[in-house]
Structure formats: C-alpha cells, structure tokens
C-alpha cells in the first residue's frame, strides 16, 4: 500500500511538472515566431490626406480616479487632431469627489474649444464594459480610441494609427505600452520585463505570424463598425478586451499591432495593487477561455490559430498547477526520494534516517532537473531577449541579474492567482458577472514620488488569509532548505528552492506591509481632514 501511494504521488508530480514545462515551453515557440516574422511589418495601403482623416471618438473610462484623472484628460485634449474630427468621452463611474475633478477638468477643456463630453453613470452595471457600450451609443466617431486612467497618451498618436485603417479589413489597432515609474522599485521593474516581453515578443509573434492577439484595454484603436459586428462590449468576464478581441476575429476581423508606437503607463507601486490586477486578468483569462475556447476549437479556422489561442487562453492553468506541485514537494521528496523518512509512530510523526535510501542521484535529478526546467522554460530567453530588442544587447544580459526576483515573484503570486482561477470556475458555471475591481492609481511618474495609500483595508480574516498562506508556503519550502543542508542531499536545489521560498515569502510578508501601510496613510488623511474641519 505504501508503495502505491510513494508511485501514485511520483506520477502526479511528474505529470503537473510536464504540463508546467509544456507551458513553458511555449514560450519558446513564441520567440522562434517573434525571429522569424518579426521584419513583417504592417504597412497601411493608404495615407489620409488631412480632409480624409475619419472621425475619431476617444474614450475614457475611469472609476474613483482622483491622482490620475486631470493628467489623461489633459493629455488626450492635447492631442494633434483635426478638432472637427476629434471627441473625447470621460466615462465616469466614480462615486467620491473624483467625479468633481473629472468633471471640472471636462469644463476647463471644453472652454477651450475642445469637443469633450462628460458622462456619468449612477450604477455601474457591467463595469467598464458597461461604460463603453454606454458612452458608444452617442458617440460620433467612426474609430474609437481607448485609455485607461493611468494612461498619459502622446500627441501624435491617432495620426500614427489611423492610417491603418485605410485597409478596410483591419479592425483594431494596438500600440506597446511604455512604464512611467519603470525604475521605482525592484516590483516595478519586474512588472516592466514582465510586460515587456508580453508586448515586445507574444504580440508581435502571434500578429506578425497570422495567429489571433488581442486588444489589452486599453491604448489602442477600433472600427466602431469592428465593435458592433462582433456583438458589442459584454461584462460576463473581467477581460471585455479579450473576449471582444477574440469574437472579433473569429468574425474576420484583422488586428494589427505597433510596436513601434508607445503609450506611457503607471505600474501598480505596491504589491496589493499589482495582486489585484494580476487577479482580474487572470480570473478573466479564465472565463474567457470557457466563454470562447469551444467555439475557436470547433471552428474551421487553421490548425496553427487554434493551437496558439488554445495556450493563450489556458496559460493561467499553470497557477494553479504550481500550488499543487508545492504541495506535492514535501510527500514526494520524504516518501520517496529523500534521505529521511517518516516516523511510522502513532504519536507525534518525527523524521529519521531512511535506511533504504539508495543515494543522492535520483534526488538531485529529480529536484534539480524539475526546478531547473521550470525556472529555464519560464523566463531566461523570453525576458532577455524582449529586453535585448527593446534597449540593446547588454540590456538583455543585465536581465540576467534580475531573474532570480522576476521568478521568485511569478512564483510568489500562484496563490493569489489560484485563488482567480477558481473563482472563474465558480462564476461561469454559477453564470454570475464578477466585480470588477479596479487597480488603485496613484499618479506617480518617477523613482522618488511617495507613494500615498488611502484606501483603508480592514483587518478581517479575508484580507489577512491570503498572504497567511503565502507566508505559511514560503517556511514550507523553507524545510528542504534545511532537510537538504542537514543531510548534504540536493544540495543543487537549494538555489531553486530559495526562489520559491522567497517567492511566497516577499509577496506575503509584502502583502502585510501594504495593508499596515494603507490603514496608517488612510488615518493620518483622515485626521489632516478633521484638523482642517475645525480651522474652518
């Protein structure tokens, strides 16, 4: 019987490690796509002469935007434009005093000759999406350009983009995202190679190659007509961008993606913020692969469509299966592969000697091999070589020095990552909409900006569980640490192991400190509030 478990635990193991490297591997092939067809650039059949140029509506939706709301407002009136031809829409659902300084700024721009219209929602059914199919229906463009809050939009901009659409078949066109506080902390600079090799490498093999992309949410263009064939903004998951993408091109639509144009952004400063916003898109990724992966599946669309849409709809399968493979370490390495063994007492269990261990060489291969190919296959050439295109050759090697945290940090959030999954799970068999919960911004722009945090969390068992389990997984993998360096087994592994130590330890304990940190800003703002209440 002990052998069938030692068997049943081994295999388990190997096979979530196969399907861990069968998504890592992937990433591979998008870079073989991305060398390969990287020089087929889209060029437009046509430049607008300036009284062709279409009419192009610009939209803004923001939700209790009050660090950011001036600065992307202001930004998108200063964009060159024909003014007979230009609108912008302020897609407001905020309900503090953010909706006062969106709409004054509205005011202040509309005085000076700028066609922008403020519109503001009581409710906020469905969401975001729900705000742009609202702010649709009195749109006057025949484009729609899109910008989230923390966007700062550059002037040229639309001119760049909208020639594209002169190929009538084209349906959306997205531009890179650039980071404004790229530098501000090692989090930051993470999220940066993080979304660098999303935007440097996946977008440009998947567009380039023929495969299926999608429009991120936000700094990008869309035919009106694109938007309303493929059956309009919908909030039955958190990503609207990439299910629309997606009902688009099923549809016939072509996207196109220039890398060449950028839109600098805010990345979230804290790790709560980054932990909601890697929990939206990966709870949404998930519904969307429900929503839409039978139908790309059992369409007539090529083999090679359906393979990359299959992996870039379900890549968020490999949280989960991460989690289930920290767990499984500690029974696969003391039942079967390690040189200590469990007490079989009935009192307390201990760990002892194993006898019948046969020596360090299947443990280093087992655990040396397994962690080597998932830190290899999930990020060394992939984040080099975005950024060796992105900033030159040495940038690409001084990627080197910070893969051990961009690995540790991709393993340290599997939990909060988990958690999405499931809760897509859950939401698409309940057919539930999910709440759309927005990534607090904070308007900073540089390395030395302090951060402000006003958003008061209470101290409940919902909000203290989840980095308590992070916290809890980080000592977990501290014992083979320990188990390893005690009795001289593995030891190859211990810098793997350190990464998934403190992976789930620098989220978790960094989880605590944001929370301590906003409850502290949020009293002392609220006490500045009172102070000035009784001057006046």
């Not at 060159?80 to 407001?92: A, G, I, K, M, T």
């Not at 393979?307 to 696969?332: D, G, I, K, N, W």
């Not at 390893?484 to 998934?500: D, G, R, V």
Request: net charge positive.
């Amino acid at each position: 019987m002990e052998h069938w478990i030692t068997f049943s635990i081994t295999t388990l193991y190997f096979v979530i490690l196969c399907l861990v490297a069968l998504y890592g591997f992937h990433r591979y092939v998008l870079v073989y796509l991305y060398v390969k067809h990287r020089h087929n650039l889209h060029r437009p059949p046509k430049i607008f002469e300036e009284s062709e140029l279409p009419y192009v509506t610009v939209q803004l939706p923001m939700f209790n935007e009050d660090m950011v709301a001036e600065r992307v407002i202001a930004a998108t009136c200063r964009m060159d434009y024909p003014r007979d031809r230009f609108e912008v829409q302020v897609l407001d659902d905020s309900t503090d005093h953010s909706a006062e300084i969106a709409e004054s700024a509205c005011r202040e721009w509309a005085a000076k000759g700028i066609n922008i219209v403020y519109l503001h929602r009581k409710n906020r059914d469905g969401f975001k999406a729900g705000a742009l199919q609202e702010g649709m229906k009195v749109a006057k463009g025949q484009f729609i350009a899109i910008f989230d809050a923390d966007f700062i939009p550059p002037p040229d901009l639309l001119r760049n983009v909208i020639n594209h659409f002169s190929d009538e078949k084209v349906g959306m066109v997205q531009v890179r995202w650039d980071h404004l506080n790229r530098d501000a902390s090692i989090l930051t600079k993470s999220q940066a190679i993080f979304l660098d090799g999303h935007f440097v490498i996946e977008h440009t093999a998947r567009n380039r190659s023929g495969r299926f992309m999608h429009f991120n949410g936000t700094a990008g263009v869309w035919r009106r007509k694109t938007i309303e064939e493929a059956g309009g903004w919908q909030h039955d998951t958190l990503t609207e961008d990439l299910d629309l993408s997606y009902r688009a091109q099923l549809k016939g639509w072509q996207f196109v993606y220039l890398p060449q144009y950028v839109a600098p952004a805010e990345l979230p400063p804290e790790m709560v913020s980054f932990k909601q916003q890697a929990h939206r898109w990966t709870k949404g990724s998930m519904q969307t692969a429900i929503k839409l992966l039978p139908r790309i599946l059992s369409s007539k669309l090529p083999w090679s469509i359906k393979s990359e849409a299959f992996f870039h709809l379900t890549c968020t399968v490999v949280y989960p299966l991460m989690v289930l493979m920290t767990l499984l370490m500690y029974p696969t390495f003391i039942f079967n592969l390690s040189p200590v063994k469990i007490n079989q007492s009935p009192m307390i269990p201990a760990l002892q000697p194993n006898a019948e261990w046969s020596g360090p060489v299947m443990n280093n291969w087992l655990f040396g091999l397994s962690l080597f190919v998932l830190a290899t296959c999930s990020a060394s050439t992939f984040f080099i070589y975005a950024q060796k295109e992105l900033f030159g050759r040495l940038a690409g090697w001084k990627t080197l020095f910070h893969l051990p945290f961009i690995m540790a940090l991709g393993v340290g959030v599997c939990v909060n990552n988990t958690k999405a999954v499931i809760e897509a799970i859950i939401s698409m068999i309940r057919r539930k909409p999910a709440e759309f919960v927005r990534t607090p911004k904070y308007g900073v722009t540089g390395k030395h900006q302090k951060v402000v945090m006003r958003d008061a969390p209470k101290f409940n068992f919902s909000k203290l569980c989840l980095p308590a389990i992070e916290i809890a997984f980080g000592i977990y993998m501290l014992s083979f640490i320990v188990i390893s360096i005690k009795y001289s087994a593995a030891l190859t592994t211990i810098p793997f192991l350190m990464i998934f130590a403190g992976g789930y330890l620098y989220v978790g304990c960094s989880t605590l400190w944001v929370l301590y940190r906003r409850h502290q800003d949020a009293l002392a703002v609220l006490e500045e509030t009172e102070k000035k209440t009784q001057v006046a």
